[in-house]
């Protein structure tokens, strides 16, 4: 008897595009990503809906299907295969991405906006009961779960999660001008200088706390290691690094002397303890007392570097804060950075995916931990849109080839190009007799790892429109997070879906506060596919807040570009002080010189695209 015959029915998704549909027989003929064909047969109970925002009714589209479902029309097929003398798929619901073919629901005007609005509205009541309780950061928790709810008794406060719900909160207010996401923003980076920031004495130089224990009774205590299991008794890298992300964005709305300050001091920190001077990049690990990354009680962590320690600086804070001073330092750093990415990272002698851990001499490490000889997807595809934001500024031919080689690797070996959506961690080669490099651990979709599959294909589609392809994975990827991956019933984002769009709510993935999780890559997500959709791909205008304090932004520019765009693709044209019309600015270089005040005023700002 043969073994492993699909011989059961079972349910599953189908996404792909409409080649035909018979209106009598109540069939869909569908071709996948791919060009794999199905049929699929409706039934009595078919209902199909069009995908909403948060915040958004029911739209039921179950009176429609004779018009919507016409050639090219993206559709999502959950149903059931019966296998018979024929293989039947029976459709249990359709999800329509738009109301055309050529018309996606997260390309209209204010989608995004919208997201980030109700998911920032979300996390400050979930975390202070915003609006009938004040905005107060004691009583933050790092573990929030599905509903919003927290525990009481002892808790831990990270660092880097309030750090990250704070780059949301700055980010919802640059989007809407709502006071209530600059007070979150600045009250969470005032907590984070207060509670989790160390000054140096000696040296000058900051390092931030992985966070603090809080007891029934209120009392704090610091903690200097890391205590999450792959970092465990050291200082990484990445923390400090995220540590910065909230009030670099904060800083750009504000211009506060003292957020530059600290960023300066732990770059200080960055280039005197974990940079590699003589072989490049940065160390992942430092010992907490000696802080040498070379420290035997480091142990696998000794001598390391990573994509994290190297990479996750410009995303997360570095490009900000270029964007916000123009400075050369940080110019100059960010150009390190991708140099180093672009030199040490590629491995396509061996794999499609790139190489992410090192030993100290640049040498692959691929016995670390979990990792192993492993890929993160969503680290090849944030290589990919990151390169191509510097290479607004700084273009190389390395830079853009790299991003495009990306581009044109993953949907063969990180996509599912059955349902749409970006897998999570994958075996970096092939064995002999395998066609598909397999899961790590399961198929599941992430919601981080999605954005970085619908960002690298929009910002790659914004700056090569003429590019079919890089617009057909940015509308999949776009489409498929947020029919599936929207909270319609608690808020804001699922942590984790199955491969078949149904949430996954077990274990730490059904939080949606974590040491993984909190309102950063959701924000990011909105701000960023707001920027590129809106001045790079749909040619709108964008409306952008800030809120600067008196005389806070050196010589007193602020500097208004939301991204690092193409030189003359988008320039000023409008600017209100209070509600008032407001003249002095520069068009082509982005820039507003601010009156004189002794008060905080409220800036306005309209970027046009050329």
């Known amino acids: 008897m043969e073994s492993n015959n699909l011989n059961f029915s079972f349910s599953d998704l189908i996404s792909g595009y409409v080649d035909s549909y018979d209106q009598t027989q109540k069939v869909i003929e569908l071709s996948t990503s791919d060009g794999r064909k199905y049929s699929a047969e409706l039934t009595g109970n078919t209902y199909a809906k069009q995908t909403q925002n948060l915040n958004e009714d029911w739209q039921d589209r179950g009176g429609k299907l004779n018009e919507l479902l016409v050639p090219g029309q993206l559709v999502f097929l959950y149903g059931t295969f019966f296998p018979e003398e024929k293989t039947r798929f029976e459709v ?11 018309d996606h629901r ?3 005007p204010n989608w995004w906006i919208n997201q980030i609005d109700s998911i920032a509205a979300k996390y400050i009541k979930w975390q202070f009961n915003y609006p009938t309780e004040e905005i107060d950061y004691k009583n933050y928790r790092t573990i929030i779960n599905l509903s919003g709810d927290k525990k009481e008794g002892d808790y831990l406060q990270e660092t880097d999660t309030i750090s990250r719900m704070v780059f949301g909160m700055a980010s919802a207010y640059m989007l809407t001008g709502k006071d209530e996401y600059l007070e979150a923003a600045e009250k969470g980076t005032e907590y984070l200088r207060e509670k989790m920031r160390f000054v140096d004495t000696d040296t000058g130089m900051i390092y931030w706390y992985h966070g603090q224990k809080v007891s029934t009774s209120g009392q704090e205590q610091k903690l200097i ?13 990445y923390e400090q690094i995220y540590a910065l992300a909230g009030p670099t964005q904060t800083y750009r709305l504000t211009g506060d002397p003292r957020i530059l300050d600290d960023a300066e001091k732990t ?13 490049g990049g940065y160390y992942s690990h430092i010992h907490a007392i000696t802080l040498d990354p070379h420290h035997e009680s480091l142990g696998r962590n000794k001598a390391k570097k990573n994509w994290n320690s190297v990479g996750d600086h410009a995303p997360a804070y570095l490009i900000n804060l270029w964007l916000a001073t123009k400075e050369s330092r940080y110019l100059d750093m960010l150009e390190d950075t991708f140099d180093t990415i672009s030199n040490r990272f590629p491995d396509y002698e061996n794999s499609p995916f790139v190489q992410e851990k090192f030993f100290d001499d640049w040498s692959k490490d691929q016995e670390w931990g979990w990792q192993q000889n492993r890929a993160v997807v969503g680290h090849n595809l944030k290589i990919a849109w990151n390169l191509m934001r510097f290479q607004a500024i700084k273009p190389k031919d390395g830079y853009k080839d790299l ?32 066609k598909f490099h397999r899961y790590a651990w399961h198929d599941r979709k992430a919601w981080w790892q999605q954005e970085q599959g619908i960002l690298a294909y929009l910002i790659l589609q914004g700056h090569n429109p003429e590019n079919k ?4 994975y940015a509308d999949e990827s776009a489409t498929f997070y947020n029919a599936f991956f929207l909270d319609q019933n608690d808020g804001a984002i699922y942590f984790n879906v199955l491969a078949n769009g149904v949430p996954y709510l077990l274990g730490n993935e059904r939080f949606k506060g974590s040491h993984s999780m909190s309102a950063y890559h959701s924000t990011e997500l909105c701000f960023l596919s707001t920027v590129y959709i809106d001045l790079m791909i749909k040619k709108r ?5 800030f809120n600067p304090l008196p005389n806070g932004f050196k010589n007193r ?21 209070d509600g008032i019309d407001y003249t002095n600015f520069d068009a082509k270089e982005l820039s507003v010189t601010l009156p004189e005040s002794h008060d905080r005023i409220k800036v306005k700002v309209t970027v046009t695209p050329n």
């Not at 770059?267 to 003589?278: A, C, M, S, V």
């Open 403 to 434: 991003a495009e080689k990306i581009a044109g690797l993953m949907p063969k070996v990180g996509y599912d190009n059955q349902r749409f959506g970006w897998y999570d961690v994958v075996e970096r080669e092939l064995k002999a007799d395998q």
């Open 557 to 577: 520019v602020l500097h208004v570009s939301p991204d690092m765009l193409p030189k003359g693709s988008i320039e000023i044209t409008a600017c209100e002080i």
């Open 225 to 237: 290691v890391s205590e999450f299991g792959d970092d465990y008794d050291s200082i990484p890298a």
């Open 106 to 108: 997260y390309s209209e």
């Open 469 to 472: 392809e890089y617009k057909k």
């Open 267 to 279: 770059i200080n920190l960055f280039d005197t303890y974990y940079r590699d001077k003589e072989k």
């Open 92 to 102: 249990n619901y359709i999800i329509f991405s738009g109301e055309t073919k050529n």
């Open 541 to 545: 205008p964008l409306d952008l807040f």
